[in-house]
């Protein structure tokens, strides 16, 4: 299939499809940023995933405002399953011409058909809450998606010094919230918190003056 678009491809469909591709980008990653999927454009867990979303934001002209209860829920699945599941770490073209028209098919009919899409995006790495200290490589989608996820079932992230809203502007960094150095020294006997001092739930996001 993406052979075959490459194949395919010239000038003539850039001039055609260029300023759509671009409106069902912005309005893909406006509805990231407004909705808290992620606090940042470089905490994206997998930039790619952003192509599937695109496809659906076709089907439904642009405006995430008219999806149905059912379209929302089946777009919360969709994202976090693939995230925890690792599911753009493979094959990605495959995934990303699955993924395409399973949501292309959700915008256009309202419900997935493909009853066997589900059990290919739910393998998830982690089955329970302590998986999650296995994680301490930023590189990570699952790293990345853990931090994102506090701040999506939150509504957003609050500032430290006070109950603000943290944006995108504030130049969000990720840091220990107890030093390495304070671990290493008051912990220096205890195995299992020199294990999790950089684990993915020793760490925050928080602006980078702070």
Known sequence: MIVFILKNLNFEHFNQYWKELLDCYKHSLNFLFDNHYITTQSWIPYDNMLIPLMVFAKEI?????????????????????SIYSLRYSGSTNE??????NALRQLGRDGKIIDKSFFNKIAKFQ??????IINFNKKRSAIYKGVLNFISFSKKGLIGWQNTNKLKASNNLEDHHIFPKAFIESKYINDENAQSLKDSV??????????
Do not use: C, H
Request: glycine share 4%; net charge negative.
């Open 95 to 100: 995934i990303i011409v699955q993924d395409s």
């Open 126 to 131: 982690i089955s329970s809450g302590s998986d």
């Open 201 to 210: 739930v020793n760490r925050t996001l928080i602006p980078k003056i702070l």
């Open 61 to 81: 002209k642009g405006d995430f405002s008219i999806m149905n209860e059912s379209q929302a829920k089946m777009i919360d699945f969709w994202y976090w399953a």
